[in-house]
């Protein structure tokens, strides 16, 4: 018993250290608030190799984001249900608010290359690739880890209503490996 009261002090003490530390070491500082984004942007560019997505306007940097891609993200995709995000040259062509996602932004993959190199090859070139947020079904401010999409590219639900604003039907989408 004398034994068991030794180990409950032991854990109470360090529980106590910990909390202390906690409270009194230096926490990082919030992030700097941004100048809203005045206007449309003209293009966003994706580097899937790093997860980011930069947002031009002007011919100047106005934004940089984290992404999450596909399931399986090295590469162009090919096919149906590869879990690859398309590389090249694309345009915003749709938007979509009541999406299963927190808003999306549509491109215009595949393109007609990609659907000649399927009915060639027989098989389905795959489609619906997007700009989103997060699934609906996460509490506001959850973020799933890792790549999880079917091939889309994936942001905060808060970046993706910032992106949401100033990027339209028509804006050029570069998505580079």
């Known amino acids: 018993m004398k034994r068991l009261a030794g180990v409950f002090a032991t854990l109470a003490l360090g529980g106590l ?3 202390a530390l906690f409270l009194f070491l230096p926490k ?25 997505m930069t947002l031009w306007q002007n011919g100047a940097k106005v934004r940089e984001y984290r992404i999450a891609l596909g399931t399986a993200p090295v590469g162009d995709k090919v096919r149906q249900g590869d879990g690859k995000t398309p590389e090249g040259l694309f345009r915003i062509d749709r938007a979509n608010p009541n999406s299963a996602f ?18 060639a090859a027989g098989y389905d070139p795959g489609g619906d690739i997007m700009i989103h947020g997060q699934p609906n079904a996460l ?37 580079r490996p």
């Open 102 to 119: 927190t808003l999306s932004l549509g491109l215009d993959y595949p393109q007609p290359d990609d659907r000649a190199r399927a009915r």
């Open 17 to 19: 250290l910990s909390a």
């Open 139 to 175: 509490p506001e401010g959850g973020k799933l880890p890792g790549d999880w999409t079917a091939g889309c590219i994936a942001l905060t639900n808060a970046n993706m209503r910032e992106v949401w604003a100033v990027a339209g039907v028509g804006t050029v989408v570069e998505v």
């Open 28 to 52: 990082a500082p919030p992030p700097a608030l941004q100048p809203p984004i005045v206007g449309q942007i003209e293009r966003i560019v994706v580097e899937k190799a790093v997860r980011r």
